[in-house]
């Protein structure tokens, strides 16, 4: 199994436990924030481009974002 599949498979898992133990998407956020934060921690601790790259991958986030209110879909 490649690293994408593991991560996926691990990603997929964590979304079924929110929907298991939250209901309610809107609960989520603050779960979202927190998986944001620690990522932002081990970007930082990584390097100091890392910082960077992270605040490059949260403006992408936020265009995707944008893009999934705008159209409807995630592609």
């Known amino acids: 199994m490649?690293?994408?599949d593991e991560l996926r498979d691990v990603l997929n898992g964590a979304a079924q436990d929110f929907a298991r133990i939250?209901?309610?998407p809107?609960?989520?956020?603050?779960?979202v924030v927190y998986?944001?934060?620690?990522l932002e921690?081990?970007?930082?601790?990584?390097s100091s481009a890392g910082k960077?790259?992270?605040?490059?991958m949260l403006?992408?986030?936020?265009d995707a974002i944008r893009n999934r209110l705008r159209t409807g879909?995630?592609?």
């Open 2 to 4: 490649s690293g994408d």
């Open 22 to 24: 939250q209901s309610n």
């Open 26 to 31: 809107r609960t989520w956020l603050s779960w």
């Open 35 to 38: 998986l944001l934060a620690r």
């Open 41 to 46: 921690e081990k970007a930082t601790n990584q």
């Open 52 to 56: 960077d790259s992270y605040v490059s």
């Open 59 to 62: 403006s992408a986030l936020q």
């Open 73 to 75: 879909g995630w592609n």
